[in-house]
């Protein structure tokens, strides 16, 4: 396509919104010119439907739950009046308790202040917060985090190994919508353990964020803890970073969360609009419609130049495939909906995997997401001269290098046949992280109307769930037959217990490897191996 026809295009389809100061570039995304017009009905259906979810009605059908995640940064939006002080009290109670954190009026056993925090959550009740953390994060913040966010042992050691001399000022923030999550019960019970090895009460540096009357909350009640949080049953864990999920540990780390929530709202303000040439939500799921052909034909791979945002490719992936990764649509047909998403950071991936975006198959799209301020203002670096940025050569500075990267790989992935989206916004900080969580937020939201699927449920996860409890309870039972005296392969003990001998075998081989009383031995294959009890 020639360089004036790509011109041409560009204006046409290049959205900025001013006093945002944040823009959309799809004009690299080959739809045809009628494409919005045969898209119209899908997108009237959809932004009546985000209407209508904004109003309070249910909106995800098969939990029979309302979704209120815009409500949290517009409590005026809430649909009763219960709702809004809810918000509203709990943003003040957060406040609060970060303000006497910070001043020593909440503090440790030993009189001294709180300056680190463990969060223990899994999925959305860490990804948010870890993700803001790293984004937002410098060495000047009171507190700095550490998180437990899997029920990997080597990865609690890890964390500890980190925090130890620091455990006496540790804060620690348990994020569990139900409080029976495993992975996060699994993480307090090892933080527990830990404090109470190194003579600390772990109640009195223990807060929950957590369903009222959950398990979490009961036993936080129970046993004393610093203070609860509340988690809506509206809100699910992959839109619950402006809940107490996500604000509690940014106003201890000591973030702007009043301008985190703004920069939401006012996203959340401009994709009302009902008209999609200028709703940025509504052109990013008009533009994933086409490039997967409405069944998610194509992968996203989310491309941030800026090291800040090197998380948000992960935060994405859970936001987008949670929600759309679907096997039913909203009439009950099987449609085997979603939109595969991956990514790092530019431009440390051209010398990765962006050779095979360029010359491999052709079975994605990209979205690069541009940060048009070098660094900060106050940022402290080498310069040659006061008044002027540091340069590497003459005239150029690393800045004008990562925008050259940026630049450089879309074109030559469009002059490949490469198809790519471009957000930009001004700078990293707590405004526009929050209006890039609500385009995205909302983006998926308009998507899911367009192919008719609930974006809000998520009933795969559950099954892995209860998968993963029944393969414990047979761990349990494999266990009970091992003898002494002779060993048994995976095969006997399977026709013992009427099991699956290959769930069998892999429950043998895990507790042979951790477990001192239980001794593998060999046989000819590894399906022969027999496990006894070690005398």
Known sequence: MPSSSLWQRFQQYFLHYGHLDLSIDISRMKFPDDFFQRMQPRIEKAFAAMQELESGAIANPDE?????????????????????????????????????????????ENGKRFEHILLIGI????????????????????????FFDNTDP??????????????????????????????????MLEAEAKFKAKGLQFGKHAVAVTGVGSELDTLAERNNWLARFPMYDWIGGRTSVMSAVGLLPMALEGFDIDNFLAGAAAMDERTRVPNAAENAAMLLALVWYYAGNGKGEKDMVILPYKDRLALF?????????????????????????????YG???????????????????????????????????????????????????????????????????SALYESGRESITVSIPEVNAFNIGVLIALY???????????????????????????????????????????????KTAEEIAHSIDADPEDVFHALRHLASNDPRIRLIAGEDAVDDKFSLNE
């Open 64 to 108: 029979k739950r309302m979704v209120g995640h815009y409500w949290l940064r517009n409590p005026t939006l809430g649909p009763t009046a219960e709702t809004r002080a809810e918000i509203e009290g709990t943003i003040k109670r957060i406040k609060t308790f970060a303000a006497d954190v910070h001043a020593g009026k909440i503090a440790t």
């Open 441 to 487: 937020e909302r983006g998926v939201g308009f998507y899911a109307s367009l192919v008719n699927i609930n974006a809000y449920d998520q009933p795969g996860v559950e099954a892995g769930k209860k998968a993963a409890t029944r393969l414990l309870q047979l761990q349990k039972q494999v266990r009970e037959k091992l003898t002494v005296r002779s060993g």
């Open 344 to 410: 790092n950071k530019g431009s440390t991936d051209q010398h990765a995997y962006v050779q095979q975006l360029r010359d491999g198959v052709l079975n994605f799209f990209v979205t690069f997401i541009e940060v048009r301020k070098d660094r900060p203002a106050s940022a402290k670096a080498p310069a040659r001269r006061a008044s002027a940025a540091f340069e590497v050569e003459d005239g150029v500075t690393s800045g004008d290098y990562l925008q050259g990267f940026l630049r450089g790989t879309r």
């Open 154 to 187: 080597d990865g609690f050691d890890r964390v500890f190994d980190k925090i130890d001399k620091y455990l006496s000022q540790t804060l620690v923030v348990v994020v569990s919508k139900s409080g029976g999550t495993k992975e996060t019960r699994n993480g």
């Open 123 to 146: 999925g959305g009740s860490a990804l948010g917060p870890q993700f803001v953390a790293d984004a937002l994060g410098s060495k000047r913040d009171p507190m700095d985090i550490y």
């Open 313 to 341: 490719s992960k935060y994405l992936q859970q936001l987008v495939m949670e929600s759309l990764g679907k096997e039913k649509d909203l009439d009950g047909n099987i449609v085997h909906q979603g939109i595969a998403v």
